[in-house]
């Protein structure tokens, strides 16, 4: 089956810009992340999903940083007024559940966001 | 900020070689996880461990889930030229949500054929 997928996967914006990033989970996971990765660094958790709703933002650096999950499927996070240090990638996992033992997290490619 | 100190940060070795890198940490995990990741792509799970003192292997690969819950290691034998890439040690912090994983700084692994 499909794992999961992230759109776009370059993203060039200019400071004080708005940016959308998308993400597709594997299908019947109802557990969905969010991770940022910045150069020569681990993912660091940014926020977590259980169904539609956000469970745990904790890990968004800030206000202009927001994500939703409507339907319980597809998640998008939202940027707003982009700062250089917004760079980084971006990237998504999901899991059959959020809690429990052996649930392993899957990963999406990744979106590479650059703010010039 | 990240609370796991992976080791070696980088490492050169020949094709055939065994590999082995470690993760330590001041705080107890719930449990280990490695990935590898290749350039432009999303980390891939390797090897999960849930108990502590558990030994897994995955083909050339194994790993163990420290006694202490602080600390977990990583053996690669016979590396082949696809072995090159970055591996992390992630794992779930014992108090924080089990769903939140924390990952190393990871370990860039060359192979020398």
């Known amino acids: 089956g499909a794992g999961v997928s992230q759109t776009p996967s370059n993203k060039v914006t200019e400071k004080g810009k708005y940016v959308e990033l998308r993400c597709d989970p594997i299908s019947g996971h109802t557990a969905l992340y969010w991770y940022r990765q910045s150069l020569g660094q681990g993912p660091e958790f940014l926020i977590y999903f259980q169904g539609t709703g956000a469970a745990d933002d904790s890990g968004l650096p800030n206000d202009r940083f927001f994500a939703v999950r409507p339907e319980g499927s597809v998640s998008t996070l939202k940027i707003q007024r982009t700062e250089r240090g917004d760079s980084a990638v971006y990237l998504c996992a999901s899991s059959l559940r959020g809690q429990g033992s052996n649930n392993e997290q899957f990963f999406g490619p990744g979106t590479r966001l650059t703010v010039l | 900020g990240q609370q796991l100190n992976q080791s070696p940060q980088s490492m050169f070795i020949q094709e055939g070689e065994d590999v082995s890198m470690n993760c330590t940490s001041s705080?107890?995990?719930?449990?280990w996880l490695w990935y590898k990741q290749d350039p432009g792509e999303g980390p891939v799970l390797l090897i999960a461990l849930y108990k502590a003192g558990e030994l897994t292997s995955n083909g050339r690969l194994t790993a163990q889930f420290g006694i202490t819950r602080k600390d977990s290691f990583l053996n690669i034998s016979a590396s082949i030229p696809s072995d090159v890439g970055i591996y992390f040690c992630?794992?779930?912090?014992?108090?924080?949500?089990?769903?939140?994983?924390?990952f190393g700084k990871g370990t860039k692994l060359s192979v020398i054929p």
């Open positions: 992630a794992g779930h912090l014992s108090g924080a949500g089990s769903y939140q994983l924390t």
């Open positions: 705080s107890i995990f719930n449990t």
